[in-house]
């Protein structure tokens, strides 16, 4: 697979994980974050610590979430607060 194919699958495991996630915790990114703003840049330094943490370690102490599982929380908590803004400029039209 080359590196476009790659960025592909990886955007609809995002989108899929997103959206599974969505189901299990509702929408409580946005519900956070209209009483916490700013609340992106909370989740996301949790996430960068952790994967400090794992890039530190040898052995992954929590066995379900690993540097990869971590990378793309990441990516999906940047996703997210873009479709937010996306959002919040279309309410404001």
Known sequence: MNKLETHRQICRELSYL???????YGDSFCITRKKYPNV????????????????????????DESVLDTLR??????????????????DEE
């Open 18 to 24: 997103y959206e599974t996630k969505n189901r299990d």
């Open 73 to 90: 929380d990441i990516a999906n908590y940047a996703i997210m607060e873009i479709v937010e803004r996306v959002d919040d400029d279309e």
């Open 40 to 63: 992106v840049a909370i989740r996301l330094e949790d996430k960068l610590n952790r994967l400090t943490t794992l890039l530190r370690s040898k052995e992954e102490t929590v066995k």
